[in-house]
């Protein structure tokens, strides 16, 4: 019989699979994909907005993204999509911007009650 099975972790989440057929048996691992260290380079640098008058920076630590701001602290971002990251700590949503050449621009910044706050690029 053809079967599909789930194993789940401690917390619900999916963590591996065994599918079943013709009399054989697979397993089947979950990967979570997402940029390579290089690729996390290429949103490192300084961002400013006029619209919130501040500066944040985007930093490479180890092969974690971080935004960081002088007042507000460090938070570390995990990828979410193709230019998207999410905060870590706190609900942030970086959706950076890139121009013809694929150059990161600048990028929109959403928390809570303040979405898409443009940042440029400042460093080149």
């Known amino acids: 019989m053809d079967r599909l099975a789930f194993r789940r972790a401690g917390d619900g989440r999916v963590e591996s699979a065994t599918v079943s057929f013709s009399g054989q048996t697979f397993a089947l691992h979950r990967l979570v994909a997402g940029p390579s260290t290089d690729e ?19 930093e490479l630590r180890g092969d974690t993204l971080v935004a ?31 121009d013809a050449r694929d150059t990161v621009t ?5 928390i ?13």
């Open 68 to 98: 960081t701001h002088h007042r507000n602290g460090d938070v570390r971002l995990r990828a979410v999509g193709d230019d998207a990251f999410a905060g870590v700590e706190i609900p942030l949503h970086l959706q950076f911007a890139r």
């Open 112 to 124: 809570v009650r303040t979405p898409r706050v443009w940042f440029e690029r400042i460093d080149r």
């Open 106 to 110: 600048g990028l929109h910044m959403s």
């Open 40 to 58: 996390l380079r290429a949103y490192t640098g300084r961002y400013f907005s006029d619209e919130a008058a501040t500066v944040y920076m985007v």
